[in-house]
C-alpha cells in the first residue's frame, strides 16, 4: 500500500480503533453482546416459555448410532461444534496477518474480526445446547443465529459504504436483528420466519455489493465463487437439518451416525467460511491478489 492511500485510508478509520487494540475490542464487544443476551434468557423467568425449542434425543436420528454411549449419546454432533472454534480460529489468525501487513484497514478489520469472534463463540454454545439439552442453551443457539446472519449483511453494506468507515449503522442493525427474536415469543414459528429473513436479506445484500464494478474480472470471479459456495452451504444447512430423520430413515447407514444434524453443522460452519471468503474478496483493497490461494 502506497503511502498516499495509506494516509487516505488512516483518515477514514474510526479513532477510536487501530491496530493495537482492534482485536481486544472485537472480542470484548462480542462477549458483551453474548452475555447480555444470555443474562436477559436467565432473568426472563417464564416470559421466554412460549419460544419453541426442540429439547430431547428423540429429535436427533443420532440417538440411534452404534456409537451412541448413555454418557455421549451423540458422539458426532458432540464433536463437529469444534469446528466452528477452528474457522473462528483460523479467520482471527487470517485477518491478524492482513492487518499487520496493511493489506487492510483497521475498520475492515474489525468488521471479520468480530464475525470470527462470533464463530468461535457459538460452537460452545452449541456443544453445551448437545451435551446437556438445556433448555436455556437451545434459546441462546436460536437467539445467537440472527446476529450472525445479520453482521454479514452489515459488513457488505459497511463494504459498499461510499464513505468506507464505520458508521452508526451496524449499532442500530445488529439492535434490531437481536430484538427481532422477540417474534419467537408470540408465535411457535417465530424463530424459523425471523431467520428466513434474516438469510434473504443477507444473500440480497452479499449480491448487491458482488454487483459492484469494482476490481478486475478476478477478483470478480473470486467473490462470485465464494458467494456460491455460501449460499450452497447455507442452503444444505437448512434441508439437512431437516431431513434428519428422514435421511436415518431411508439409509440407517450412515445417517444414524453421521446423521443429517451432523452434516448440516459441517454446512454450517463452512457458510461461515465462506462467508468470509467472501467478505474478504469483497474488500476494496490490494489484497485481492491473494485470496483465491487461501480460500
Same mark, same amino acid.
Request: charged share 15%; hydrophobic share 50%.
Given at each position: 500500500?502506497?503511502?498516499?492511500t495509506?494516509v487516505a485510508r488512516a483518515?477514514?478509520?474510526?479513532k ?9 475490542v472485537s472480542? @470484548?464487544?462480542?462477549?458483551?453482546? !453474548?452475555a &447480555?443476551?444470555a443474562m436477559?434468557?436467565?432473568v426472563?423467568?417464564?416470559f421466554?416459555d412460549?419460544?419453541?425449542v ?9 440417538s440411534l ?10 458422539p458426532f454432533n458432540t464433536? @463437529?461444534?469444534?469446528?466452528?472454534t477452528? $474457522?473462528? *480460529?483460523?479467520?482471527? &489468525?487470517h485477518?491478524r ?6 493489506d487492510?484497514?483497521v475498520?475492515?478489520?474489525y468488521?471479520?474480526y $468480530?464475525?470470527?469472534w462470533?464463530i468461535? *463463540?457459538?460452537?460452545p454454545?452449541q456443544?453445551?445446547r448437545i @451435551?446437556t439439552?438445556w433448555?436455556?442453551?437451545g *434459546?441462546?443457539?436460536?437467539?445467537y443465529?440472527?446476529?450472525i446472519?445479520?453482521w454479514?449483511?452489515?459488513?457488505c453494506?459497511q463494504i459498499g459504504?461510499?464513505s468506507g468507515g &464505520?458508521d452508526?449503522g451496524p @449499532?442500530?442493525l445488529?439492535t434490531a436483528s437481536? !430484538? ?5 415469543i %408470540? ?6 420466519v425471523v ?18 464494478s469494482?476490481?478486475?474480472e478476478l477478483?470478480r470471479?473470486i467473490?462470485w465463487s465464494?458467494?456460491?459456495?455460501a449460499v450452497?452451504?447455507?442452503?444444505? %444447512? ?11 430413515q431411508? &439409509? ?6 453421521l446423521?443429517?444434524h451432523?452434516?448440516s ?11 468470509c471468503c %467472501?467478505l474478504?474478496?469483497?474488500?476494496p483493497?490490494?489484497?485481492?491478489s ?6
Amino acid at each position: 500500500m502506497n503511502g498516499v492511500t495509506a494516509v487516505a485510508r488512516a483518515g477514514e478509520e474510526t479513532k477510536f480503533l487501530h491496530v493495537g487494540n482492534v482485536l481486544t475490542v472485537s472480542l @470484548v464487544h462480542v462477549i458483551c453482546g !453474548a452475555a &447480555l443476551m444470555a443474562m436477559i434468557v436467565l432473568v426472563a423467568g417464564g416470559f421466554v416459555d412460549s419460544i419453541k425449542v426442540d429439547l430431547g434425543l428423540h429429535y436427533y436420528s443420532e440417538s440411534l448410532s452404534p456409537l451412541s454411549t448413555p454418557w455421549l449419546p451423540m458422539p458426532f454432533n458432540t464433536v @463437529v461444534n469444534a469446528g466452528y472454534t477452528a $474457522v473462528g *480460529i483460523f479467520w482471527i &489468525l487470517h485477518v491478524r496477518r492482513h492487518l499487520d501487513r496493511g493489506d487492510i484497514s483497521v475498520d475492515e478489520g474489525y468488521l471479520m474480526y $468480530v464475525f470470527a469472534w462470533m464463530i468461535l *463463540i457459538y460452537g460452545p454454545v452449541q456443544l453445551v445446547r448437545i @451435551v446437556t439439552q438445556w433448555r436455556v442453551a437451545g *434459546i441462546l443457539d436460536q437467539w445467537y443465529t440472527l446476529p450472525i446472519f445479520a453482521w454479514v449483511g452489515i459488513s457488505c453494506r459497511q463494504i459498499g459504504h461510499a464513505s468506507g468507515g &464505520l458508521d452508526n449503522g451496524p @449499532v442500530w442493525l445488529i439492535t434490531a436483528s437481536v !430484538a427481532s427474536y422477540g417474534v419467537a415469543i %408470540f408465535h411457535s414459528r417465530g424463530f424459523e420466519v425471523v431467520l428466513a429473513a434474516h438469510i434473504c436479506a443477507v444473500v440480497v445484500q452479499a449480491w448487491l455489493v458482488h454487483r459492484q464494478s469494482f476490481g478486475t474480472e478476478l477478483d470478480r470471479q473470486i467473490r462470485w465463487s465464494a458467494f456460491t459456495r455460501a449460499v450452497v452451504c447455507c442452503t444444505a %444447512f437448512v434441508l439437512l437439518k431437516l431431513a434428519d430423520w428422514h435421511l436415518a430413515q431411508l &439409509l440407517p447407514m450412515p445417517f444414524t451416525t453421521l446423521s443429517g444434524h451432523f452434516c448440516s453443522k459441517v454446512a454450517d460452519f463452512m457458510q461461515a467460511h465462506y462467508a468470509c471468503c %467472501f467478505l474478504e474478496a469483497a474488500l476494496p483493497t490490494r489484497l485481492h491478489s491473494k485470496v483465491k490461494s487461501d480460500c
